[in-house]
Every structure is written in structure tokens, then in C-alpha cells.
């Protein structure tokens, strides 16, 4: 530990994370409706201080050990041997830092934006973002699973107050959705308990497990995780839940929410159920591969732009689950195991970027015509031309261009999915035609083209708040995409101790 | 017993001091005028101090266990504990119900003698150890709430509501008696620790007549918790009644009836658990299945909650048939928080008015968190908390209730237990939705009646749901030591 570290290391910087933004939540919150933007500035303070303070999670890292960091371990509830334990290792520091990076791009959107009840809405993304970290910085199943349910209550208010005509479905299939899976993953975790007398994910983790048990807790683990990300056929509730809700909420959903889905299987699914998840990777690489195809072919025929990309965000996250659970058939303890789920983790990354951004886009083209439909727009490069470069940009990003993040992460899992098996590479690799195909078809009839109508005649470009925000996103995008060596880097000991970890039978 | 001997009347001081303070009450408030009527709600909020205290003087040392009357009362931790959150539970119902009853009219110093004597019967089976006590106790109850139930006297629905309940009421306490009647036959004693022993002895020899008599008991226990199919009175009741005895019904009682529960199943009947708990299974899923389902169509918020019960009444008893100390305890938990949960959510109904009436109906809260914000929030944490979302204190009582059936090997109870709640969830949502995304309708003018006490109370009420949930394991401990 150097000097620079121990300024840090005394404080519970993780319990700092989680609950900054929550205390900002309430403060927003008592600001009141009458205030809204002292409550505005209230809620920008917060996200960036908490964005601050999980920056040194970062730069004070040890990238050489897979061991939990940053660790704060309380008694919380002895008689269940439940305790407050946080922890980050490789797989989950980005996804706080993503988390704590998106939460402030979010808060700039709603800028003028969001005139309704202005703190209500800003205390929601507050109080969601300390129960998105605390989820991924979790150490204990139940303090997860306590985040995991916490989070929907906020965004279930989100897409319902302020999201489009149909809201209340969405809302409601979102949360009822969402729920009926994490509920089955909870029975587990007890029964879990039961046997291992330890509700802390390393002692699951190393428990003893006989097959039977293993699948059926494998499949709970699959309700409540397969939802979440989703994977087909349980994502029927994203589309809705994005094309009703406000951009804010899509993009949190998109960046971060469907994260915890991926993280929840290399966090329970793999290292908890090995033996399970060989025996039925074939169904998980079945569900991945649909993802990719089907529902990329789905996207394709949209006409609704946020819908558009929240079928693309299922084929997207079906790379990452193909990534994550194809390490079996290429061998746990080869390279390309590594490659797979490095690939995975980094796809995940970058689709947080890539989404948050497509669906900031179309936030910004809704916030004027306060349309959707992709009919509505056409030639809009000519009105909007700054605008117009970021979201060709972003697109091209979507689409999986070389030199963009969203490159990296699937070149990497193709690539790995080759040493299993010609044809899964094959199947995924049609996302890169299929991938550039909806997107860019998007982009060409909503972009680019002669002036549609009027309504599109009298947009006027992005200013600095929109192009600051747009701006941030494209530099992440540029960043990740030129030189992935850094995430790759501090993830790399974690996924290897990872691998070690499930090549090792429990039965 | 031969020989006449002065009990010792230490232990049952709680009980005397309540008798003769609600008979002062009730003879203070006959001296009052009605603008001086909230010195009855003082001076019965006074009596419930007193007699806190007094459970607290008498209180035995933590692990032992005080009897006299010769056995039949019992004074142990389990006791101190429900009892201390009986007060509780009356003392929030007592504050809330203030405003309810002057708009209706109503605001008379017997609604609260009624209700400290209702008090009384629920400390006496709360402390009742032979049948005898415990029949005298759940009676004393029950007068208690068919007036209260019949206090808007006025009111058909709340007539009607009285009848039904005490029609059914009486149904079930014949079936209790018939049952302790068929026990008191082969055993020959109303003791419950003599009964216990006489079982063990004969529950080889005597199977079919021990199982006989336990079905009456479990019916008339049934009953009077409100499990499916012994459920019918209740829907009619919650929502017959004025506001605030459905608070009342819905919250002091069933801890009452959970510790008549324990003294029944656990104290007597321990020797038929294999019996009991098979029954208690099929009731516990009939329970949560009907109660969950069909209070998806309900309009009426309180016929709503009615089921809602049901459906918890379902969940304690999955506890209950664990019969194992964490079964118990966590059962405890689930009635106790379930008890301070329902107290918030009729609590803001109670407050609500809508077009001058008051809220029955769940459209009645269309757009809440427009005009009244605040107590849109504190409704909507009392209904995610029934849900059982974290991190509500309703989610920590579920995770410890299935804990307890996933222990004794019955994961699959656990299992349908939690789908059943997603079920439920559905319901509690539809309200949050018509609070907060609904926007009131043209002319439906909500108005809340806004008194500091009861805002500060009823917010201290709804956030101690989150509080606990967050920091569960003080109660926890408390009913795990009840049962040690």
C-alpha cells in the first residue's frame, strides 16, 4: 500500500458510493417540487461527487490479484448470518464506475427537459444509483438481492410518471417481470443457505452441490438473471419498458440495468453451478445465438426508433451471454475461455456506452418532434448537422465498427467462438451484417436523405448541454474502441481466477 | 387441586390495572362534555402507558416463565412481547382513528372503553394457559368488536358487517368449544401443559379422537385468523366497518389470535403436529392462493386489503406448521410487522377524503401524489412492504418465513409461497399506479385531514417499515427469544 493509497484506504469508500447518492436523493427529494432547479444542482452535485469518489476505486485498483478489494465487512443481521459485506473485484469495478459515469449523463438530460415533478424524477435516478452499485459491489447474496429488488421500485415510478401513452403496462410488466424471476433466485439463495449455513457469495461459491441440486438452482438463477438482461424469449417486457419510458430511464435501463443480468452470471451462475452450467450451456447458447439472429432480424423491421434499439440491445446482451457460457466448450483452462468472457465483460462496457448514447439520441430528436416513429424524420443531417455527426457515429458504434468499443467486445467473443465450434462463430458473426443492417438503415431514413416535412425544416441543432453529454459518451466510445487495454487489464486476474474456479467439478 | 389457596395476582397485575382503568374511562367519560372528548383518547392513551408499564414491572427474567391461578395463566417472554405490541398497535389506532370519528360523527368515549376492553381479552389469551382463560379472553375480544364493528350504527353496511361477523363469530366459537369439549373428554383437564401430557400418552392409543378433536380446534383458530376456507366474514367486515375498527380487526387482533395460535398448537396440541401441520399446510395454500388471486379484482381499497390479509393469515401460518423455534419466531415477526404495516395503510385511508366522503375505494386515491405527496409515500412504503420489496421489513418477514419451510425440507412450499406473492404484488402495484401515475379526476377534490400528531405518528409508523427492514435483527432477536 503506498502513501497515495491510505488516504483512502481508512474510508468505507464502496459504503461512500452506495449511499452518496442516496442521501442526494433524499435531500433532492425535501427540495421540493417549487425548487426545481436548486434541485437540479442538488442532484448534478451529488452524481458528480459520487463519480469522484469512485474514481480512486480505479486508479488505487490492484490489477495483479483476483482477491475482493475495497473490502468493508459489518454483522448486519446475526441470526442469519447476514452480513453488510462490500467488496469489488475485476468483473465489478467497471461496472460501478459505468454506473457512477452514466447516472451524471442522465442528470444533464433531464436538464429542461423534465418539467413535471422535476425533483421526484431526479431523486429516483439518485436513490437507483446507489442501489446499482450496491448490487454489483455486494459481497453478500442477500445484500444483493436487496439492491437487485430495490432498483425496480424507483424505476418502476420512473417509466410510469414520466414515461409515454402506454406507460402503465410497461411499468407494470417490467416490475411483474422482473420480480417473478428474482423470486425464484431468492428460494435458492435460502436453500443455499440451508445446506451451507452462510449467506456470503464466496462461501456459495465453494460449496458443495450435487447435480439436481445444482440445475434446479441453476434455473433460478437463470428466472431471475435470463429477465434481467433479457435473453430471449423472457424480454418481451424491454422493449415495452423502453419505448414507454423517458430517456433518462431508457438509458439507465439500457447502460446499467441489463448489466446486473450478465454480472449475475458470472457472479452466481458459473462459479455457484459449474457443473450445471456445462451440462445446459447448450441451452444458454441456444437462447444467445436466437438473441443475435432472430431478434436481430426482429429489429430490422421496427418502426419505432427506441424500440429499434431495444431489440438491438437483446442481440447485443446475447453476445454476452454466448461469451459467458460458450468457455465450456472451448475448455475452461485455454486462452480463448479468458477471451470469451473478457469479451463478454467488455461488450458489456461498451454496450453501456453505445445505448446509453442511441438512446440520448433519440431523446434528443424526441425532446423536438416529440415523435418516435422513424417515418416521421427524414434528412434530418441538414437541420442538425452536429447532431447528425454523433449519431452516425454512435450507429456506426451500434453496427460494430473497427476502431469503436463496440468492436471490441464482439470481435472477441467471434473470435473465441470459433475455437468451440465453426458454426456458433458463424451464427454470431452474422450480427456484424445484421448489426449494420437495422442501424444504419435507421440512420439512413432518419438522417440522412433531402427534408422530410416541416416539422423537420425547423429543428434546430444540439446546444452545449446535449453536446456535452453526446460528446463524453463518443470519447468513451473512441476510448474503449482504440485501446481496450486497460479494462481488459484489470478484469484479466479476476476472469482467470474465475475460470480456475468452474474448471474445477463441485460434484 | 384440594385445598383453597390465594393465587399469587402479581403476574395478572397488567390485566387489573387495564379492567380498572377502562372502567374508569368509562365513567370519566360519562361527565364529559363532547368538546372535552379528547380526554378520554388521553386518558385512554394514558391507561395503555400504565398498563406497558406494568407488563414491563411483571416482566419474568429473560428464559423464565411465571404461572398462577393454579397454571392456567402464564406470564413469559413470548407473553410480554405481543402483549407490548398490542398496546402499541391500539395506541397508533387510538391516535389515527381521533379525526376519522368526528367526520363521521361518531367520536364517543365508548369506541375507546370498547376498545380497551377488547385490549383486555387479547392479553388474557395472550396469557391464557389452560382452555377455559383462553375461550374467556377471545370472547371478551370478540363483544368488544361486534359493538365497534356496529359503532356507526347508522350505517347499513356497517350493520350488516356486525351481524355477519358476529353470526360467523359465534359459528366459530361453538367449533372451538366443541373441540375443547371433545379434548376436555378424554383428558379431563382444560390445563394445556396436563392436556400436552395426557396426548403424548395416548397418541397411539387414541389416534382418531385426538384428531377429531384437534380439527375443531384448527377450524375455530381458522376462523377466527381468517385462512381460506374459514374466511368468508372477513372481506364483508374490513369493509362494512368503519375505517378505523378495520384497522383495529386488522391489526391487534391477529396477534391475539397468533398467540392463541402458539398457546393452542404449541403449549397443548404439540403432540399432534404431524396432524396439524398438514392441516395448517393446505389451509396456509388455500390461503395465499385465494386471497392473492382474488383480490386482483377488487375495487374497494379495504375489501382489497381484506384479501390481502388472507393472504398474509397464509404466510404466518407457514411458519406456524414448521413448528420449529426459527418457524415460530419467524411467524412472530410476520404477524408483528404485518400488524404495523397494515396500521399505515389504513391509517392514510383513514385520513383521505374524497368528494367530502371518506376513501373506500381504490380510485378514491386516483392522482394522491399530486395534491398530497407525502402521503402518497407513506402508503406506497406500507404497500411495497406487504409485497414484501426490499427494503421494506415485508420482504425481510417473507425471507424468513419461507427460511423456515425451506429448513424442515419443504422447498417446495417456499416455492409456491413466493410465485403466489408475485401474484400479490400485482394488486399492491395497481394501487401505487392509481397514486402516482392516475391524475385526479375533474371534480374529485381530495382533501386530507391534516393533524400534526397524526402526520408525525403515521410518518414515524410508515418509515420504522423501512427502518426495519433495514435493520431487522433487534425484533428478530426478541421473537427468537420468545421462543427459546
Not at chain 1, 112 to 130: D, K
Not at chain 1, 382 to 393: I, L, S, Y
Amino acid at each position: 500500500m503506498d502513501t497515495s493509497m491510505t488516504m483512502f484506504a481508512d474510508l468505507p469508500l464502496l459504503s461512500l458510493v452506495i449511499w452518496m447518492p442516496v442521501i442526494g436523493g433524499i435531500f433532492v427529494l425535501f427540495s421540493g417540487d417549487q425548487n426545481p432547479s436548486g434541485a437540479r444542482k442538488i442532484a448534478l452535485v451529488f452524481s458528480i461527487l459520487t463519480f469522484v469518489l469512485t474514481i480512486p476505486l480505479w486508479t488505487l485498483f490492484d490489477s495483479s490479484t483476483a482477491a475482493m478489494q475495497f473490502v468493508e465487512k459489518h454483522v448486519w443481521i446475526a441470526d442469519f448470518n447476514i452480513n453488510y459485506a462490500l467488496g469489488v473485484d475485476g468483473i465489478s469495478m467497471p461496472l460501478i464506475l459505468l454506473t457512477s459515469f452514466t447516472t451524471i449523463l442522465v442528470i444533464i438530460s433531464a436538464w429542461e427537459v423534465i418539467q413535471y415533478r422535476a425533483s421526484q424524477y431526479l431523486a429516483a435516478f439518485l436513490i437507483m444509483e446507489g442501489a446499482m452499485i450496491g448490487s454489483f459491489a455486494a459481497m453478500d447474496s442477500i445484500l444483493f438481492y436487496i439492491f437487485f429488488e430495490a432498483m425496480l421500485i424507483p424505476m418502476f415510478l420512473i417509466i410510469g410518471i414520466w414515461g409515454g401513452v402506454n406507460r402503465i403496462y410497461a411499468t407494470l410488466k417490467f416490475f411483474l417481470y422482473t420480480f417473478i424471476g428474482s423470486v425464484l433466485m431468492l428460494v435458492a439463495l435460502i436453500y443455499m443457505y440451508n445446506k451451507s449455513g452462510s449467506f456470503a457469495i464466496i462461501d456459495l461459491q465453494n460449496m458443495q452441490l450435487s447435480m439436481n441440486e445444482q440445475i434446479l438452482i441453476f434455473l433460478a438463477f437463470l428466472g431471475a438473471f435470463a429477465v434481467k438482461v433479457p435473453m430471449w424469449p423472457v424480454h418481451t417486457w424491454l422493449p415495452d419498458a423502453h419505448v414507454e419510458a423517458p430517456t433518462g430511464g431508457s438509458v439507465i435501463l439500457a447502460a446499467i440495468m441489463l448489466k446486473i443480468g450478465g454480472y449475475g452470471f458470472l457472479r452466481f451462475s458459473l462459479p455457484i453451478t459449474p457443473d450445471a452450467s456445462q451440462q445446459l450451456d447448450w441451452l444458454i447458447i441456444t437462447m444467445s445465438l436466437t438473441a443475435v439472429v432472430y431478434i436481430g432480424f426482429v429489429a430490422l423491421v421496427q418502426q419505432d426508433m427506441k424500440k429499434l434499439i431495444a431489440y438491438s440491445s437483446i442481440a447485443h446482451m446475447g453476445f454476452v451471454t454466448l461469451g459467458f457460457f460458450i468457455v465450456y466448450r472451448i475448455g475452461t483452462e485455454s486462452q480463448g475461455a479468458a477471451l470469451a468472457l473478457e469479451g463478454g465483460m467488455v461488450q458489456m462496457v461498451s454496450h453501456g456506452f453505445i445505448s446509453g448514447a442511441m438512446f440520448l439520441s433519440v431523446g434528443v430528436l424526441y425532446d423536438r418532434m416529440h415523435s418516435r416513429q422513424i417515418a416521421d424524420y427524414g434528412g434530418v443531417v441538414n437541420t442538425m448537422p452536429v447532431f447528425a455527426a454523433f449519431m452516425v457515429f454512435f450507429a456506426m458504434a451500434n453496427a460494430g465498427l473497427p476502431g469503436t468499443s463496440g468492436f471490441v467486445g464482439e470481435f472477441m467473443v467471434i473470435l473465441a467462438s470459433f475455437k468451440a465450434n465453426f458454426w456458433i462463430a458463424f451464427l454470431a458473426a452474422t450480427t456484424l451484417i445484421l448489426g449494420a443492417a437495422y442501424t444504419l438503415w435507421m440512420v439512413k431514413r432518419v438522417v440522412f436523405g433531402d427534408i422530410a416535412n416541416d416539422n423537420v425544416r425547423a429543428l434546430k441543432d444540439i446546444g452545449k448541454r446535449e453536446f456535452l453529454i453526446l460528446a463524453l459518451l463518443a470519447i468513451a466510445v473512441l476510448a474503449l474502441g482504440l485501446y481496450p487495454d486497460p479494462l481488459v487489464n484489470v478484469m484479466h486476474p479476476t476472469i482467470s481466477n474465475l475460470l480456475q474456479h468452474i474448471s474445477v467439478s463441485k460434484l | 387441586m384440594t385445598s383453597f389457596m390465594q393465587p399469587n395476582l402479581l403476574p395478572a397485575l397488567p390485566e387489573m390495572v387495564m379492567l380498572a382503568m377502562a372502567c374508569l374511562v368509562l365513567v370519566v367519560d360519562l361527565f364529559l362534555p363532547q368538546q372535552k372528548r379528547g380526554f378520554t383518547v388521553l386518558l385512554s392513551v394514558l391507561t395503555l402507558a400504565l398498563v406497558s408499564w406494568a407488563t414491563l414491572f411483571t416482566a419474568p427474567a429473560a428464559g423464565a416463565v411465571i404461572t398462577t391461578f393454579g397454571g392456567s395463566f402464564i406470564v413469559d417472554s413470548l407473553a410480554v412481547t405481543l402483549k407490548l405490541a398490542v398496546y402499541l398497535v391500539t395506541f397508533l389506532v387510538f391516535v389515527y382513528s381521533r379525526d376519522y370519528l368526528k367526520d363521521l360523527d361518531i367520536y364517543k368515549g365508548e369506541y375507546y372503553v370498547l376498545g380497551l376492553f377488547a385490549v383486555l381479552g387479547m392479553m388474557i389469551m395472550i396469557s391464557a394457559h389452560s382452555f377455559l382463560l383462553l375461550y374467556l379472553g377471545l370472547e371478551l375480544l370478540s363483544l368488544s368488536l361486534y359493538a365497534m364493528i356496529a359503532f356507526n350504527r347508522d350505517s347499513v353496511s356497517s350493520s350488516e358487517a356486525a351481524m355477519k361477523y358476529f353470526v360467523l363469530g359465534a359459528l366459530a366459537s361453538g367449533l372451538l368449544l366443541y373441540g375443547i369439549s371433545i379434548f376436555y373428554g378424554i383428558s379431563g383437564t382444560l390445563d394445556l401443559t396436563a392436556l400436552s401430557l395426557v396426548i403424548k400418552e395416548q397418541a397411539s392409543t387414541n389416534p382418531v379422537m385426538l384428531a377429531f378433536a384437534l380439527t375443531f380446534i384448527v377450524v375455530g383458530l381458522s376462523f377466527k385468523l381468517g385462512a381460506v376456507p374459514f374466511h368468508m366474514w372477513l372481506p364483508d367486515v374490513y369493509q362494512g366497518s368503519p375505517t378505523s375498527v378495520t384497522l383495529f380487526i386488522g391489526s391487534a387482533p391477529k396477534i391475539a389470535g397468533f398467540a392463541m395460535a402458539i398457546r393452542l398448537l404449541i403449549d397443548g396440541l404439540a403432540g399432534l403436529q404431524i396432524d396439524w401441520s398438514m392441516m395448517l399446510m393446505m389451509l396456509a395454500v388455500a390461503s395465499m392462493a385465494l386471497g392473492n388471486v382474488v383480490a386482483i379484482v377488487q375495487t374497494n381499497f379495504k375489501r382489497m386489503l381484506a384479501y390481502s390479509t388472507i393472504s398474509h393469515v397464509g404466510f404466518i401460518m407457514l411458519g406456524l406448521l414448521a413448528a420449529t423455534q426459527t418457524g415460530l419466531s419467524s411467524a412472530m415477526f410476520y404477524t408483528l410487522t404485518y400488524a404495523i404495516t397494515s396500521s399505515v395503510a389504513f391509517g392514510v385511508l383513514m385520513l383521505i377524503n374524497c368528494k367530502g366522503f371518506n376513501a373506500q375505494e381504490i380510485a378514491d386515491l386516483k392522482g394522491l401524489n399530486d395534491t398530497h405527496p407525502w402521503y402518497a409515500a407513506l402508503l406506497a412504503i406500507a404497500l411495497f412492504s406487504m409485497a414484501g420489496v426490499p427494503p421494506t421489513v415485508g420482504f425481510y418477514a417473507k425471507l424468513v418465513v419461507i427460511n423456515a419451510v425451506i429448513q424442515v425440507d419443504m422447498v417446495w412450499l417456499g416455492l409456491v409461497a413466493v410465485l403466489l406473492s408475485v401474484i400479490g404484488l400485482y394488486y399492491y402495484l395497481r394501487v401505487v399506479k392509481v397514486m402516482y401515475f392516475d391524475k385526479p379526476e375533474d371534480g374529485q377534490a381530495i382533501t386530507v385531514k391534516d393533524a400534526l400528531d397524526v402526520k408525525i405518528l403515521l410518518s414515524a409508523n410508515s418509515l420504522s417499515l423501512i427502518l426495519l427492514g433495514l435493520f431487522p435483527s433487534f425484533l428478530m432477536a426478541w421473537c427468537i427469544a420468545a421462543f427459546a
